[in-house]
């Protein structure tokens, strides 16, 4: 199998599912924004995710994907000490509106109080991860027929 290159930017601007791993171990699945060379994904004291990064700042996380179809295996394996961060609704909102649309009507209820709330009230954070260390790999291969 041979690593082909790829646009790692065009690749993380798609609305795709990442993996979040943290000390513990512990992984989850998380939506993420990939902005200024950072990946952030929105948290805040209600998660576990933000307790584990206030007691050890060391992450990976990997955004790949996989379709047998067409042979298309692509990932980006990124690792680092995330910082908890200030949330801003604009962020916010361009990191919603890649998942979910750009129309707030439709969506879930559980989604627009971020834009809308105080986020210092409510706690919203961002956990921001600018990588020590990014891997994108292309691993795609020819389907036989």
């Known amino acids: 199998m041979t690593s082909h290159a790829f646009d790692v930017d065009a690749f993380l601007r798609q609305p795709l599912t990442a993996r979040l791993a943290t000390n513990g171990p512990t992984v989850r699945p998380v939506w993420f924004l990939w902005e200024d060379r950072a990946f952030w994904v929105l948290t805040g004291p209600w998660a576990r995710l933000f307790d584990r990064v206030t007691a050890d700042p060391r992450v990976a996380l990997v955004v790949d994907e996989c379709d047998p179809a067409t042979g298309l295996v692509r990932q980006v394996i990124a690792r680092g000490r995330a910082e908890l961060v200030p949330f801003d609704v604009p962020r916010g909102r361009r990191k919603l509106v890649r998942y979910l649309g750009a129309d707030e ?28 260390s990014l891997v994108a790999t292309d691993l795609s291969y020819t389907v036989a027929g």
Do not use: S
């Not at 009507?105 to 020590?132: I, K, N, Q, S």
């Open 105 to 132: 009507e439709r969506w879930d209820e559980r989604f627009v109080h971020y834009l809308h709330d105080d986020p210092a009230e409510r706690g919203t954070m961002w956990l921001r991860l600018a990588p020590d």
